[in-house]
C-alpha cells in the first residue's frame, strides 16, 4: 500500500524558513516523480513544485521561484520542501503527492504551514 | 483567478446526471491531457479521471470524463450523497514551461 507521511509543518514568523518532509512506503520511490501541492485555508489547490526521479529536473510555480526548494533522498525514500523567506500567502496545508503518467496517483494527509506574527 | 476556469459550484438531486466544466486554453487543455481530482470534505484529494477520460482502478464508471478542444467536463450520474465534494481539474500548461495548473474548484453539493 502506498503511503505518503507528511511533516514539518507548524508556525513561523514571516521571513522565517521551514522544511517539510514526506516520507515514502509501499512503492519503488525512484520510478517517480514527486509534487508538493498546497491549499491555502478554504481555498482550491495550488501545485507548487516537482521534481524527477534522479533530482535532475525540478520545477516550480512563480510565487514561489526563489525561496523555495524542493529535493528529495532516494536512499531515504523522502521528499522534501526547504521554503524560505515564507509570507502571509504561504500559509497552507501542504500536500505530497506521487506522479505517475502526468496524474498525482497518490496524496499524503497534508501538513498545516501557517505563517503569522 | 485561475487560468482553468470551472464553475464555483453544482448540485443535483440523487440520482440525477451532472456535469462540471473546466475551460483552458491552447497552451494547456488544447495540447495536454486533463486530469479530475475529487477532495471529500476534510480529506487530501483524490485522482479521479486521469488522461482526459481514464479512471484509475476503484473508481466508479458513474465518473467519466472527456475533452473537446480547450475545455473537458466531469460527468457524475446516479448521483450519490457521498459524491458531495469538491471536484478540481488540472492540466500542464506549455507557456509555463511545463508547470501544471488546476482549476479553482467546484463544490458539488447533492440536495
Known amino acids: 500500500e502506498v503511503q505518503l507521511v507528511e511533516s514539518g509543518g507548524g508556525l513561523v514568523q514571516p521571513g522565517g524558513s521551514l522544511r517539510l518532509s514526506c516520507a515514502a512506503s509501499?512503492?519503488?520511490?525512484?520510478?517517480?516523480?514527486m509534487s508538493w501541492v498546497r491549499q491555502a485555508p478554504g481555498k482550491g489547490l495550488e501545485w507548487v513544485a516537482n521534481?524527477?526521479?534522479?533530482?535532475?529536473?525540478?520545477y516550480y510555480v512563480d510565487s514561489v521561484k526563489g525561496r523555495f526548494t524542493i529535493s528529495r533522498d532516494n536512499a531515504k525514500k523522502s521528499l522534501y520542501l526547504q521554503m524560505n523567506s515564507l509570507r502571509a500567502d504561504d500559509t497552507a496545508i501542504y500536500y505530497c503527492?506521487?506522479?505517475?503518467?502526468?496524474?498525482?496517483?497518490?496524496w499524503g494527509q497534508g501538513t498545516l504551514v501557517t505563517v503569522s506574527s | 483567478q485561475s487560468v482553468l476556469t470551472q464553475p464555483p459550484s453544482a448540485s443535483g438531486t440523487p440520482g440525477q446526471r451532472v456535469t462540471i466544466s473546466c475551460s483552458g486554453s491552447?497552451?494547456?487543455?488544447?495540447?495536454?491531457?486533463v486530469y479530475w481530482y475529487q477532495q471529500l470534505p476534510g480529506t487530501a484529494p483524490k485522482l479521479l479521471i486521469y488522461k482526459n477520460d481514464q479512471r484509475p482502478s476503484g473508481v466508479p464508471d458513474r465518473f467519466s470524463g472527456s475533452k473537446s478542444g480547450n475545455s473537458a467536463s466531469l460527468a457524475i450520474r446516479g448521483l450519490r450523497s457521498e459524491d458531495e465534494a469538491d471536484y478540481y481539474c488540472?492540466?500542464?500548461?506549455?507557456?509555463?514551461?511545463?508547470?501544471?495548473?488546476f482549476g479553482g474548484g467546484t463544490k458539488l453539493t447533492v440536495l
Open positions: 509501499g512503492f519503488t520511490f525512484t520510478s517517480h516523480w
Open positions: 503527492a506521487k506522479d505517475q503518467g502526468g496524474a498525482m496517483v497518490s
Open positions: 488540472a492540466a500542464w500548461d506549455d507557456s509555463l514551461g511545463g508547470r501544471r495548473l
Open positions: 491552447n497552451s494547456n487543455i488544447g495540447k495536454n491531457s
Open positions: 521534481i524527477k526521479e534522479d533530482g535532475s529536473e525540478r
